[in-house]
């Protein structure tokens, strides 16, 4: 079938001429940009959309069928850090208010899928920032969905011959027949589209930007069919926490997960990349003292982050517990498990701003792991303009003065944490309930922490330490992990007293 406008010059086939009415969605003007997705509209841009003229359909002969053809893949393991998004500079093309909107049929497009999710170039929802590093070579793409003008679209991401910025394009749909199209040709599947663009290298515009390999999704990247969510742990305004499993496939079976997932209603496209930032941050990471990060489902809502399950619990539960309290061992090596863990996010250069004991984890074998990187940022120095909704109890000095955020200032909170574990996880400062007067009186030095009751002379030097009002002072966390390494109970030592434990617990 050819869709064409009643202006332009036919392609020459058999049949009558069948008037209809009808909108391609595509206009010659648009203004706006999409939230948090890099994608952007304007005139005359590849990526505008509205209505289209009264089209004409003309039916021609069917082509000889043409075997599917797969294109190539190869499978990317990048994921971009997080930064606010730029909106790329559209490329310029003759809106199908002048062009002919001809149909391919399935036998002729070569897909190979009905459903784009089930395509492996299909990776969900992704920010323009984390396509970037995965787009390497001329005519590399993927497809995506994104947030534009309050509605979500599937969008081509390529980079293009001669360029080293990407270039996006919203995959329309016609209302009359609901074909897919991005320029020229349509077709009753996404699947179809890419099959034909990229084998028969029709250009998406009118400048010549073809799509020639499509980027395969990587293993962090999860379908939603493999994890099974158990039980809900908690609830939040954005999502929600389960316990449940992932299934690895058939010869590594399902591993007990935590599953964090965001709220599907109302949700902008800025809160989304807010909610995979954790996810972006902690793919980087590898260490026994942090939770391990096993990927992230995006291709449908909800949008899921999988990570290991801490069948421990938090450490502040484990603190507060006043029927089995933890020894003077167990509390030194809380401690030394979250100072590697920090020691390590030091060395990348990753800030995580929320450490406390709430956010720390313990494994089966009471290990610490570090959790909830959704604060986290990679940088030596960062400052936060606005201080709504943070852990003003946890925070620094300067941090509450200038909203300052380095190392030092993790440090600083990595001493009120360990001022949690030693006053059986009591709240600081809860003398002072007004978070106003408290604020100031951290930044003039009136209020200041004291050493909790039975506290060894040595944990009280490092605690200290770190909460010197002059960040340059603190130690850093390879020397905070040092001294606490050895004093680290062994692991004979702490591998006895637990079976010890474990004998007298009902």
Known sequence: MVYQSATTPTHTSNGAHTPVNGSSRSSQTGSGTGAGTGIGTGSGSALSHGHSKKLIIRR???????????????????ISEYYPESVPEPMPSQSL???????????????????????????????????????TNPGDFLVRRAEIDGEMQYVITVLPENSNEITNFIIKKTRPKHLYYVYIYAFKTISDLIAYHSRMKKPLNNENVCIVKGIARSDWQLAHEQIERNKKLGEGAFGEVWEGTLNLGVFRGYIPVAIKTLHSGNISADERIKFLREANLMLKLSHPNIIKFYGVATLKDPIMIVMEFASGGSLLTRVQNTKRPPTDADKIRYCAGAASGLAYLETMQIIHRDIAARNCLL?????????????????????????????????????????????????WSFGITI?????????????????????RGVIEQRVKICSPHGMPPMMQQIM?????????????????????????????????????KGLFHF
């Open 419 to 439: 001022w949690e574990i030693y006053s059986s996880g009591q709240e600081p400062y809860a003398e002072i309930q007004d978070n106003k007067e408290l604020r």
């Open 60 to 78: 021609r002969s069917s082509r000889s069928s043409t075997a599917p053809v797969k294109s190539s893949v190869s499978s990317r393991s990048a």
């Open 97 to 135: 208010s002048s062009k002919k909107l001809i149909q391919i049929m399935p036998e002729e497009a070569g897909g190979t899928a009905w459903q784009v999710e089930d395509e492996p170039f299909y990776h969900g929802f992704m920010s323009n920032n984390e396509c970037k590093p995965l787009l």
């Open 464 to 500: 200290f330490s770190c909460l010197t009002y002059d960040p340059k002072n603190r130690p850093t966390f390879q020397e905070l992990n040092a001294k606490l390494s050895a004093a680290r109970p062994s692991s004979s030592y702490f591998t006895l007293s637990s079976k010890i």
């Open 363 to 411: 494994s089966a074998d009471d290990e610490v792991k570090l959790s909830d990187f959704g604060l986290s940022l990679l940088g030596i120095k960062y400052r936060e303009r606005s201080m709504k909704n943070v852990p003003i109890r946890w925070l620094s000095p300067e941090t509450l003065k200038h909203g300052r955020f380095s190392s030092k200032t993790d440090v």
